[in-house]
Every structure is written in C-alpha cells, then in structure tokens.
C-alpha cells in the first residue's frame, strides 16, 4: 500500500504542478520561444517542488490510511476532488491565459477550490455505493500518471542542461558594402494596439492627439487595412518574413520555429529572409528595440544593435521565480502561487511595465542618435491596456485605461519625432508609425480592468483596422488611401524602399496601382 500511496503521490505533484512544467515540454508551448535559454535555475526550482510536493502527497495518503475507514474514505474523497479541481484549474488557464485572464471565469472557479473537494468528500459519506467505485478508479489512474514521471523528468532535466547556440554576431557584417542608400534612413515606429478607429475615425472628443494628427497631415495614410492577425507574436515576425503564419512554435533552443501553409509543414524562420536579411544585403546598418518578442535572437545574424525586452514568460515568474534566482529560491515561488493566485492586474505589475516603457524609450532614443544605423525598427508597449497613464498630468503612474495609454502613445510619438528632427539624417528620413493589430476589445472588454469609459468610447465593437501613415523626407501634405489592402503589403512597401524604389509618395502610388491589378 505505501508503493502505491508513493504513486499516487507523485501522480498528484504532476498533475498539480502541470501548468507550470507543461510549457517548457509542450511541443506547441511558445513560452521558450519567448524567454529563451538558459532555463537551468527555473527548471531546477520546478524540479524541487516537484519532489517536494510528491513526498507530502505521498506522506498523506500513508497517514491517512491510519484513520477509521469512513473518515478515510472522507479525507480520501477530499483530496480527489483537489486533485480534479487542479485539472479544470489548468484547462481554464490555458484556454484564457495567465497574462489577461478572463476575471469572472477564473475568480469564481478559484472560489470552488475548497467547495468541490467538501462536496465530493460530502458525497462519497451519503452515497458511498456509487461515489467509491469511481473513487477508486480515479486513484488508480494518478497512481499509473506516476510513471508518466520516467519521461517528464529526464526531459526537463536535459532542458536544464541546454545552452544556447552561438549565434552570429552584428560585428561579423558592420562593414557590409555601403551601396547608394547611404544618405537616406527609415525609421519604423510600431505601437502595439494602436486602433485606427479610435485614433483618427471615431476618437473621443475629450482625447487629442496633436503629434499623430500632424504626422497624419504631411503622411500616406492607410484607412481601410486588413490586420495581418490578431496576436503580435505572429503578425510582427510575419511582417518582417513578409509571410503570414498564424501558427509558430518555439524550437528546442528557444528559436522560432512556425507553419507553413502553403508547403504544410513546420519551417525554421529565416533571419535572412526577413527585412533585416534584405537590408543587409544592400548596405543598410539596422537596428532594433522592442518588447515582448525576442528580436535580439531571431534576427541576430541580420542586425547591427539590438535591445530586446520580453518580460516574463513562464508562468512562476509571474510569482517571483526568475532564472537570475538560485534553484532554492525558485522553488520558493510555488508557495507564492498557492498563496495569492493573481486574478488581476495589480500595481506590482504596473510598475513593471512603466519600467519596461522607460526602459525601451531610453534604448529607442539611443537608436535614433546613432546616426550610423540607417533601417531602425522601434516596437513600443502602448496603447496595448493595461493603462500605465495618467492623460490629464501627462505622467507615467499605474491605472488608467486605453484612452490613457492612447495619449501616451501620441506623446511618445512627439518626443521620438523631435529626435528624427535634430538628427543629421533628418532631411533624408521616412518615417512610417505603424501597429500589428487594432485594440482588442473582444479580449479586454471581460476584464475586471475594462472601464466604463472604454465600454462607452468602444460601444463593445471591435474594429480590426491597423494603422500604417508614411512620411516620406519633405512631404509637406496628406494623402489618404482608402482602398481595402492587406496589412503584409506594408512588407512589400519596405522592401521597395530598402531596394531604392520607393522614395517618396509618387513613387508609392506607382506601387500600389502595380498592386491593385
């Protein structure tokens, strides 16, 4: 019987840990991709929880086995029903997300932690005759789990043990033959969930936005774009690859691996295939900063200067486990996990997020000042919710909502302009202000962080429209383009400038009549 209870232990520290194990094994998990290598103190901190709550499982189970038989059966019952209340637990975090969880769904499902073993253990005192034998069944289902242990464990371990490859380095190709792009530069200014709509079509009256409006006025604005997705894990590299995916996965060293529809099978993304790869190859020095996807790995052999913040990717570094931490201290954070189960954005978080702002703002600004890098691409955190932006006072704080993040957005813009401006390479400049995907309101709006103001403002209506305007070095005027285009054309439109065919907006307009036939 102890054999058994030691199964049926470390069946349950599986089956209980699994949100927190699976993404690092998971064939389709992108949360390495993400984070990338090494893992070694996450996974060891794991790997001690996993041993830990096992032999407490097991532990149990044994001195359980000491009581009366009906308070066995009871005691028995209850931790069954903890278990399968853990199995709901982990199929409801992956289907809404540890990031931008659905509030009502998960806090009235962590109110039943205690609730469904009572009831179960309720259940199987008055109605032992149809309760016990499914009882039985179940334990001995976690007991034969157990040996799914001899392969979840060895892969982990071996995991731990990885270290990345070593990628080529920007040195290897900063003296990349200097062709007749020279003298011009672009500057590409992505802002994560930058609604069209909200910006210039149906903004709200008490919101103005004078940098994008005057950016707006003297650009090539597109009005009636078809987003190229709906997440920014996919559309921005797809962007670069000028080929749209869907579906990726990261590679065993954390690289970005993603389907291919049209060949029906799994390819490796290319670096050189990208923008970067085309921008290399005729001379142009790039340079890029961004948050969320990691840039400085999946185009390191393309670029010359790369900052990369992708946060937090696993789901115990939300809880205070990072791999900078030692093993011991990361076990540390299961407890955290067990203890405040975060159900909602909270102020610890908003500071980490202002931080990532002023972060990528310090490392954007020292892009646009190194006058020797001539493609530069900027991905920037805002308006993406939740609000880090206090509109009226013009100041970084936690709160606030899309509208808020929305001036943030505009006064970012304003200062990345006067930069572009006193550069040397001003006169010579396209800037194009882009975003991956409109706001998200299907995904916002169930939130316990949804406003009133924002359910007013949106009308609970989802407009898919990006923005894209192109400025191009001495236009002095606006130009609308209201024709319905796919936003991968805006690959299509950088390749021509990197090729020196697209200068300015006639020769813009040359293209996109090429691309209407």
């Known amino acids: 019987m102890k054999r058994r209870s030691a199964l049926e232990g470390v069946g349950a520290a599986l089956l209980l840990l699994s949100f927190d194990y699976l993404p690092f094994i998971n064939p389709q998990s992108q949360r390495l991709y993400h984070h990338g290598l090494p893992v070694t103190n996450l996974i060891g901190g794991l790997l001690i929880d996993l041993f830990v709550v096992a032999v407490v499982a097991a532990s149990f189970l044994v001195a359980v086995r000491l009581l009366s038989q009906p308070a066995r059966r009871i005691i028995e019952a209850m931790f069954a029903g903890l278990v399968l209340w853990s199995i709901v637990e982990y199929a409801i975090r992956l289907q809404t997300g540890i990031s931008y969880p659905s509030a009502d769904l998960q806090r009235t499902w962590e109110w039943s932690a205690i609730p469904i073993p009572v009831l179960l253990g309720l259940l199987v005192y008055f109605l032992p005759r149809f309760i016990q034998p499914a009882l039985r069944t179940f334990r001995l289902a976690l007991a034969s789990l157990a040996f799914s242990a001899l392969w979840i464990v060895p892969q982990l371990i071996h995991l731990a043990l990885l270290r990345p490859p070593i990628q080529s380095a920007a ?56 987003p190229a997705g709906y997440r920014t894990a996919s559309i921005i590299p797809s962007l670069f690859l ?67 913040n992708v946060g937090r990717a696993f789901p115990l570094e939300n809880y205070g486990a990072s ?65 880090i932006y206090d509109r009226r006072r013009h100041v970084l704080r936690p709160g606030g909502d899309y509208l808020d993040n929305l001036v943030l957005a505009d006064d970012t813009l304003g200062i990345l302009m006067k930069e572009i401006e006193a550069s040397p390479s001003a006169s010579q400049t396209t800037v194009i202000v882009t975003s991956d995907h409109s706001w998200r309101v299907p995904m916002w709006r169930p939130g316990e962080e949804w406003t009133g103001e924002e359910e007013r403002v949106s009308g609970g ?57």
Not at 340 to 351: L, M, N
Not at 367 to 387: A, E, S, Y
Not at 465 to 486: E, T, Y
Not at 492 to 513: H, K, P, T
């Open 171 to 226: 040195s290897n190709h900063l003296n990349a033959p200097v062709t007749g792009s020279s003298n011009r530069r672009i500057v590409w200014i992505l802002f994560d969930e930058l609604s069209y709509d909200q910006t210039f079509d149906h903004r709200d009256p008490g919101i103005e936005l004078p940098n994008l409006d005057r950016l707006r006025g003297a650009s090539v604005a597109f009005s009636n774009l078809e």
């Open 242 to 308: 000028g080929q749209r995916f869907d579906k990726f996965r990261s590679t065993t060293y954390g690289g970005l691996s993603f389907w291919d529809e049209s060949e029906r099978r799994w390819s490796a993304y290319d670096p050189n295939a990208t923008l970067f790869g085309l921008a290399q190859r005729s001379g142009w020095r790039s340079g890029v900063d961004g948050w969320f996807n990691p840039y400085c790995r999946i185009l390191a052999p393309v670029i010359n200067v790369c900052y990369s």
């Open 323 to 387: 791999e900078e931490k030692s093993m011991l201290a990361n076990s540390v954070a299961l407890s955290n996990q067990l203890l405040a189960v975060p159900t909602h954005y909270t102020e610890a978080d908003a500071d980490a997020d202002i931080l990532d702002y002023r972060n990528i703002m310090a490392h954007t600004q020292a892009l646009i000042d190194d006058n020797q890098l001539r493609f530069v691409f900027f991905h920037l955190p805002t308006p993406h919710p939740p609000g």
């Open 461 to 517: 209506r989802f407009d898919n429209r990006p923005v894209l305007l192109i400025h191009f070095p001495g236009q002095k005027s606006g130009q609308d383009v209201h024709a319905a285009l796919p936003e991968m054309l805006e690959h299509d439109m950088i390749a021509g400038m990197l090729l020196g065919q697209i200068d300015n907006s006639e020769d813009l307009d040359v293209f996109l009549s090429s691309a209407h036939r």
